[in-house]
């Protein structure tokens, strides 16, 4: 019932761009807290970017930031994360996930473990 479904993935250039889209269904959105993770073979999942409820309070790990842009958009309750100078490093399945919150801020533990709903995953490569 609770859905998340990741597009946009698929093969780039290094230095290229690469847009991920996430729908979302079957929760009340506007009150969750969205992230993408990524996870490569024999790694641990890690947080990219998170964005609060309200789209105003956007958080980056370090390795992204000036790079990659989360944005949301409540009223078709989807979130989006751009992805410019992309590089093979960043090579990785992606997730949205979703996180129930009261105060406004975003965040994300190693695994992700406090995040409730997640999609299924995308395949991104980037080639050298």
């Known amino acids: 019932q609770m859905q998340l479904v990741e597009s946009g993935g698929g093969s780039v250039e290094a230095g290229g761009a690469l847009t991920l889209s996430c729908v979302t269904s079957g929760f009340a959105f506007e009150d969750y807290a969205i992230a993408w993770f990524r996870q490569v073979p024999g790694g641990e999942r890690e947080g990219v970017s998170c964005i609060s409820t309200n789209g105003l309070v956007p958080y980056y790990r370090p390795s992204v930031k000036g790079r990659f842009t989360i944005s949301r958009d409540n009223v078709n309750k989807r979130v989006y994360l751009k992805m410019d100078k992309i590089r093979p490093e960043d090579t990785a399945i992606y997730y949205c996930?979703?996180?129930?919150?009261?105060?406004?801020?975003?965040?994300?533990?190693?695994?992700?473990?406090?995040?409730?709903?997640w999609g299924q995953g995308i395949q991104v490569t980037v080639s050298s």
């Open positions: 996930a979703a996180q129930r919150r009261v105060l406004l801020g975003c965040s994300f533990t190693p695994g992700g473990n406090d995040y409730q709903y």
